[in-house]
Each structure stands twice: as C-alpha cells, then as structure tokens.
C-alpha cells in the first residue's frame, strides 16, 4: 500500500506505469487514489465514525476526470473530513441526498401519495389539486426542504376568488404532509400553525322556471356534450361530474334507471336514480336512438376522451341568454340546478328523506345512526318525486326540440 503526495504528476505516472491498488496522500489522512489494472482512476476517503473500535468505512469522492482533479478532489477530503469530525457521515449523506433528489422529490412523492389515496372522488380531488396547483409552484423540491413559505407561495398564486379550490388544497396538502410525518419521510409538517382557509359563504341561488326555461333552449346551441348534460343536471338533480363521466352500462332503457356506483359518487356512496322522460329523451338524443348502447362513455368527445371543456360551454350560453330578448339573469353556477331541483322538491311537497335519496346526500335524515339502520332505498318515492318534477318544468321547456348542435 503506496503512500506519498497525490499529485497530477504521481496520478499519470501510475496511469502510465499500469500500476494497481491504492495510493494514500502524506498529507491528509484517509485521502487516497484507487487505480484499477484497466487504467481507471478514482478518488476515495477512508475515516472511521469514532473511535478505533468503530468499523472503518470508505467514501468514493469520484473518478479522476473533470470535475475530480487532485486539486479539487483533495478540496473535497478536506470538506468531508470537517464533516465528519461534528459527526455526519458522509456515505449516509450522500444517500439522503440521493433519496430527496429522487424519492422525496415533491412531483415524485405527490404521485405517491395519490396512489396511496382510496379510488374515488377523493383520489380524483388530489390528482386536480396537485396537478393544477401544487406541482407547478413545488416542482421536484425534496419534501424535507419544504418550509412553510412553500406552502404558502401555491396559496398566494391562485386566483382569490377561488375560496373552494384553496379550501380543496389546503386539505390535499395538509393530508399529505401528515402521511409523509406518518411514514417517517420529515420530522414536522410544514403547515403546523397555519389556518384553515375560511369557508364558501353557502349560495342560495336557484333558477326560476322562466330562467330554466331559457337555460334549457340555449343548450341546444352549444357542444354537443355540453348541451346534454346541462339537461340532464336540471332534470336529475345530480352533480357534475357524476353526469358528465357517465357511460351506457350504468344506464337500463327498459328499467328507467340509472345505477350510480359507488365509486363514482363524490361520498362513495351507490345511487339509484330513476329516470323520467325529459332525461330518457335527452339520453335517445344522444344515443340517436332508443336503443341504447351497452358499453362507453355516453358525452364522448370527438377524440373519445370525457368531456372537460365546462367553463366555455357555460359562458357561451350566458352570452346567448343576454342576447334573447329576455330579463337580464343573475350570475348562475352549474351546482345550482342541483339547488334549483332540491328547492322545486320543496315547492311540490317532495318528503325531505326522499331529496336526500335522490341528491345522494349522506348528511340530515341519512347521517350518523339513522344512516346506519335506515336502508330503505326509496327507490319509488324517487320516482314519483322526479316524475313530479318532470312534470312541473316540462311546459317552461317550450321549444326544447330545437336541436341545433355547435361541434365547438
């Protein structure tokens, strides 16, 4: 075992001399050159974490070549031996730093986290909430090296009047921070102390028959996705995404029913939605047809992927509303033809557990023991009760055949 200066000189001497085995520096203790028989040449540093009794262990710097040249690799040694001496190994270091580059990369442990989160619409909460807001402001920082000024920067960049959304991240976040503490990937979570965003202020507009009305017929001039499902919101009361990635299997022509799973619903919750006729013929006006595919997605786009494009279609139809000759119409959402449906049940004396049934609402009458014991599916009472509400809204939908479909 050689020992002497690593120099430039000394290293291309070996090299040409086709030595092999190790070289150690004179000048700094555990610095060393490794020379194979094949010519290669590598820095190392051989050190001990403590006493003599402790087991020697040796840290490979890199092999010879920019950027490790005697000079900079002797540089190096220095620095770790400084390491070493307040007791940080440089070897389990290096593998930290290798883990955070790699495995608690914030994109990286975000996908894990989704993967780990129940399928469903909490799964797909996460997937949007990481992918439209969270990953674009954290990037790959290592999940340790996440401060709460982090945190705080993909708040500040959303819009402000996004009170819902931040309230979604804030939750997605702050539970993935907790499964990270869980797993003993960082010590805290970095969201410790920080206050929940405040709460939606609860809406309370709901459409008018003669808005419904309007509403309705505009949809027949818009995307050809779009349209039918803005129908089917007003006639099944249920929600958006629940309508818009519907496929034909769940649908039964000759039953009049609607079969939600589970899996689909946003409370995990099945749902059994009868339909009445202005949804069946919204569905043979889609299908083209009353005979009803058995397989797909039924608002496919011309590319066969679910249908997304929510925000053009509503303002396209706000802008033919201003353009109808009607009663200007207060700022609507989607969610309020949910609303619209829960307060007509209302006005036509629909029992409250039935509205539930039909929302799918696991709070009120179907929450905590009553939820439990009561299992009643209220399958008939949903049906008189839409039929009801069929019957109430079908003379507003005047002109509702009027079917001129945009592509865009």
């Known amino acids: 075992m050689a020992s002497g200066k690593i120099t430039k000189r000394t290293i291309d001497a070996l090299i040409a001399n086709g030595a092999e085995g190790f070289l150690w520096d004179d ?30 262990r040796r840290y490979t710097i890199g092999p010879h070549g920019s950027p490790w040249t005697p000079v900079t690799a002797r540089e190096e040694a220095s620095r770790l031996l400084l390491l070493i001496a307040q007791g940080i190994d440089p070897v389990e270091a290096d593998k930290q730093r290798r883990r955070e580059a790699v495995d608690l990369a914030f994109a990286h442990y975000a996908d894990l986290f989704q993967n780990a989160c129940a399928s469903g619409s909490w799964n797909r909460l996460v997937e949007r909430s990481l992918r ?47 499964w990270a503490v869980s797993r003993g990937d960082i010590e805290r979570s970095p969201m410790e102390g920080m206050e929940t965003p405040p709460p939606v202020k609860a809406r309370d507009r709901w459409l008018s028959n003669d808005e419904l009305g309007r509403v309705w017929r505009q949809t027949f001039h818009t995307h050809h996705c779009f349209g039918p499902i803005v129908r089917l919101l007003m006639v099944t009361g249920q929600r958006r995404e629940e309508v818009s990635s519907l496929t034909w299997s769940e649908l039964d022509r000759h039953a009049l029913l609607w079969t939600l799973p589970g899996d689909r619903s946003k409370n995990g919750e099945p749902n059994l939605i009868p339909l009445n006729a202005l949804a069946v013929s919204v569905l043979d006006e889609v299908a083209q047809s009353q005979n009803w595919p058995r397989q797909g997605k039924v608002f496919a786009t011309s590319s066969g992927a679910r249908f997304t494009a929510y925000d053009k279609g509503k303002k396209k139809i706000d802008r033919r509303l201003a353009e109808d000759g009607g009663e200007p119409v207060a700022p609507w959402r989607l969610h309020d033809l949910r609303r619209t449906l829960a307060t007509g049940f209302q006005r036509l004396g629909v029992r409250f557990e039935v509205t539930e049934a039909v929302l799918n609402h696991v709070s009120g009458s179907r929450a905590g023991v009553a939820g439990v014991y009561q299992r009643h599916d209220w399958k008939k009472e949903k049906a008189a009760a839409l039929g009801q509400w069929n019957d109430h809204i079908a003379p507003f939908l005047a002109g509702h055949t009027d079917s001129h479909f945009d592509p865009g």
């Open 27 to 56: 000048g700094i203790k555990g610095f060393g050159a490794k020379i194979t028989r094949s010519g290669a040449v590598s820095y190392i540093l051989q050190f001990r974490m403590g006493g003599r009794e402790s087991t020697t």
């Open 132 to 178: 439209l807001y969270v990953k674009p402001v954290l990037g790959s920082k290592p999940l340790p090296k996440i401060r709460r000024f982090d945190v705080v920067a993909v708040f500040d960049r959303m819009p402000a009047h996004q009170v819902a959304n931040r309230r979604n991240v804030f939750a997605v976040l702050r539970r993935l921070f907790r």
